[in-house]
């Protein structure tokens, strides 16, 4: 058994000692990896040894225990901390039960006690470890049984452009596809409205959903092979005698029925089953397709039921994709930050959908999906953006409604405009506020736009013209009424000469500073101190 690894820190390296001394190191299995009287040596060998232990003394010249401790974690290593405390630190040391510290133990150590802690810690330690160990093991184990349950092997047949070496599939992936017929068919469970969507419920439901549909088809399939579909949707593919499409198509009906019925108490949900069209083994990608295809066209044939034998490869409509126009319109909305303008044309586009003739139903997600495309193209392709572009691709897939459809894209890309919209100009103001902070600190001394503009690396016109949008006052009206407002204050507190005070605002000609002072306040300066004296 591997031996659980100890480091002691004290500055007091005697005391260190003494602490190594009374350990029983091989009754709980301890390997010592030293002991150390400088906190910030301490420090550096916790990040070389990774120790699963460690005790050390609370105050400490340089880096005290919680410091270490805060440290340690920072570095994302989290060994067991014991402290060791004076009977003054006593409340310091509880404190640090806070902090992830697992015990603390006074001054002079007890060797019963310290025994006592290390065994209690020991015995946490084996504990955890033998958590991580269960938690690989549970992966390891989810990741096999997702390889043999096929998920693997639909994600090779989807992609598939070309023949398939069946001897060589079937050993890699553990399946026993054949020759005969495959055909895919897709179970998709919709909410009525997705808010309410509990992924741990999905996981529990597509699971029995699964066992279900395998245990009803087994006896009629050489092969039956699965993969989760966006945490709401499990497509089958199914591999059987080329004479048993009827007998597999009355299954499909029973596993439909006997779905719906173990779903009734789940009020929530509403399911669909979207069944591809048959092929040969070879066709696998194109039946893939079709049950996909379909699965989507429950948008407007409706759900709980069964969708199949609808067409699925007709002509797109050229009223989906955004033309030149329509994208220069996007383009200005986002530039704007207008939602209004960005619900006007999503709002256009719904009603050339909605006045088509005989439009596939998919393509009222084509056209969301390329209106959403065209929406992040006009932004940087950071991981964010991205991120933000696949969360709204699994919501949109989630609707089941026209109606949801547009509301679910509308609001997501307005909330997004607003969210940006207002980093924009948290952004903007920053220069701005540094620029006030400048004027507050250096009020006294000569400053000029350019001046300011050059210690913010920006264009002066572009500055000024910002400061102006941001505050209200061009920069040299709003530096002039901060040194109104001081001189003001020296006026009624102070009994300065009016120079000085001039020269404490950052004017240099007394009768031009009276000047300035009567054009902001309305009365010379030696009047407004009269008038407060």
């Given at each position: 058994?591997?031996?659980?690894t100890?480091?002691?820190v004290?500055?007091?390296?005697r005391?260190?000692q003494?602490?190594?001394?009374?350990?029983h190191?091989?009754?709980l299995?301890?390997?010592r990896?030293?002991?150390?009287?400088?906190?910030e040596?301490?420090?550096?060998?916790?990040?070389?040894?990774?120790?699963?232990?460690?005790?050390?003394?609370?105050?400490m010249?340089?880096?005290?225990g919680?410091?270490?401790?805060?440290?340690?974690?920072?570095?994302?290593?989290h060994?067991?901390f014991?402290?060791i405390?004076?009977?003054?630190?006593?409340?310091?040391?509880h404190?640090?039960?806070?902090y992830?510290?697992?015990?603390?133990?006074?001054?002079p150590v007890?060797?019963?006690?310290?025994?006592?802690?290390?065994?209690?810690v020991?015995?946490?330690?084996a504990?955890?470890i033998?958590?991580?160990?269960?938690e690989?093991?549970?992966?390891?184990?989810?990741?096999?049984?997702?390889?043999?349950?096929?998920a693997?092997?639909?994600?090779?047949?989807?992609?598939s452009g070309?023949?398939?070496?069946?001897d060589?599939?079937n050993?890699?992936?553990?399946t026993?596809i054949?020759?005969?017929?495959?055909?895919a068919?897709?179970?998709?469970?919709?909410y009525d409205?997705?808010?309410?969507?509990e992924?741990?419920?999905?996981r529990?439901?597509?699971?029995n959903?699964?066992?279900?549909?395998?245990n009803?088809?087994?006896?009629?399939?050489?092969e039956?092979?699965?993969?989760i579909?966006?945490?709401?949707?499990?497509?089958?593919?199914?591999?059987?005698?080329?004479?048993g499409?009827?007998?597999?198509?009355r299954?499909?009906?029973t596993?439909?029925?006997?779905?719906?019925q173990?779903?009734?108490p789940?009020?929530?949900?509403?399911v669909?089953?979207?069944?591809?069209e048959e092929?040969?083994?070879e066709?696998?990608?194109?039946?893939?397709?079709?049950a996909?295809?379909?699965?989507?066209?429950?948008?407007l044939?409706?759900v709980?039921?069964?969708?199949s034998?609808?067409?699925?490869t007709?002509?797109?409509?050229?009223?989906?994709?955004?033309?030149?126009a329509?994208?220069?319109?996007?383009?200005?909305?986002?530039?704007?930050?207008?939602?209004?303008?960005?619900?006007a044309l999503?709002?256009?586009?719904?009603?050339?959908l909605?006045?088509?003739d005989h439009?596939?139903?998919?393509?009222?997600?084509?056209m969301a999906?390329?209106?959403?495309?065209?929406?992040?193209?006009?932004?940087?392709?950071?991981?964010?953006?991205?991120?933000?572009?696949?969360?709204?691709?699994d919501r949109?897939s989630q609707?089941?409604?026209?109606?949801?459809l547009?509301?679910t894209?509308?609001?997501?890309?307005?909330d997004?405009?607003?969210?940006l919209?207002?980093?924009q100009?948290?952004k903007?103001?920053?220069p701005?506020?540094?620029?006030e902070k400048?004027?507050?600190?250096?009020?006294?001394?000569?400053?000029?736009?350019?001046?300011?503009?050059?210690?913010?690396?920006?264009?002066?016109?572009?500055?000024s013209?910002?400061?102006?949008k941001?505050?209200?006052?061009n920069?040299q009206?709003?530096?002039q009424?901060y040194?109104?407002?001081?001189?003001k204050?020296?006026?009624r507190?102070?009994?300065?000469?009016?120079?000085?005070i001039?020269e404490?605002?950052g004017?240099t000609?007394?009768r031009?500073?009276?000047?300035?002072?009567?054009?902001?306040v309305?009365?010379?300066?030696?009047?407004?101190?009269k008038?407060?004296?």
């Amino acid at each position: 058994m591997k031996k659980i690894t100890l480091l002691i820190v004290d500055d007091e390296y005697r005391i260190g000692q003494l602490v190594a001394r009374l350990v029983h190191w091989e009754e709980l299995n301890l390997e010592r990896l030293g002991v150390h009287d400088n906190s910030e040596q301490a420090y550096g060998a916790i990040l070389l040894h990774h120790p699963d232990i460690v005790i050390s003394d609370i105050k400490m010249p340089v880096m005290d225990g919680l410091k270490l401790v805060q440290k340690v974690q920072e570095s994302n290593l989290h060994p067991h901390f014991i402290f060791i405390s004076g009977f003054r630190e006593f409340e310091y040391a509880h404190t640090a039960l806070k902090y992830g510290v697992e015990d603390y133990l006074l001054k002079p150590v007890k060797e019963e006690e310290l025994n006592a802690v290390l065994a209690k810690v020991t015995q946490t330690h084996a504990q955890s470890i033998r958590k991580v160990q269960e938690e690989k093991r549970l992966k390891e184990a989810a990741h096999l049984g997702q390889l043999l349950s096929g998920a693997d092997a639909v994600s090779v047949l989807e992609r598939s452009g070309q023949a398939i070496d069946w001897d060589n599939f079937n050993r890699n992936y553990h399946t026993n596809i054949r020759a005969g017929k495959l055909l895919a068919v897709m179970l998709w469970l919709d909410y009525d409205t997705p808010e309410e969507k509990e992924d741990i419920q999905d996981r529990l439901v597509i699971n029995n959903v699964i066992s279900m549909t395998e245990n009803r088809l087994r006896p009629s399939v050489h092969e039956q092979l699965y993969a989760i579909v966006q945490k709401c949707g499990v497509l089958f593919v199914l591999n059987y005698e080329a004479g048993g499409s009827e007998k597999i198509l009355r299954e499909l009906h029973t596993v439909f029925s006997d779905v719906k019925q173990y779903l009734a108490p789940f009020s929530a949900y509403r399911v669909t089953m979207a069944i591809g069209e048959e092929g040969t083994p070879e066709q696998a990608a194109r039946t893939i397709a079709c049950a996909r295809h379909r699965t989507r066209q429950r948008i407007l044939l409706g759900v709980d039921r069964i969708i199949s034998g609808t067409q699925w490869t007709g002509p797109e409509n050229p009223c989906v994709t955004l033309n030149t126009a329509e994208k220069y319109q996007l383009q200005n909305a986002v530039e704007a930050f207008s939602g209004e303008a960005l619900t006007a044309l999503l709002k256009a586009k719904y009603a050339q959908l909605q006045q088509a003739d005989h439009p596939d139903p998919v393509d009222w997600y084509r056209m969301a999906d390329d209106f959403a495309a065209e929406f992040f193209g006009f932004f940087p392709q950071t991981q964010q953006i991205l991120q933000k572009a696949r969360q709204l691709q699994d919501r949109l897939s989630q609707c089941w409604t026209a109606g949801m459809l547009f509301d679910t894209l509308q609001e997501e890309l307005c909330d997004m405009l607003r969210k940006l919209q207002a980093g924009q100009e948290q952004k903007s103001a920053r220069p701005i506020r540094e620029a006030e902070k400048y004027v507050a600190e250096h009020y006294a001394e000569k400053i000029t736009l350019e001046e300011i503009a050059d210690r913010l690396q920006m264009n002066p016109s572009y500055f000024s013209a910002l400061f102006k949008k941001q505050t209200g006052k061009n920069f040299q009206n709003y530096l002039q009424d901060y040194r109104i407002e001081k001189a003001k204050e020296l006026l009624r507190t102070t009994n300065e000469t009016m120079m000085s005070i001039a020269e404490r605002v950052g004017y240099t000609d007394t009768r031009y500073f009276s000047q300035c002072f009567a054009k902001v306040v309305g009365i010379k300066p030696s009047l407004y101190r009269k008038m407060y004296s």
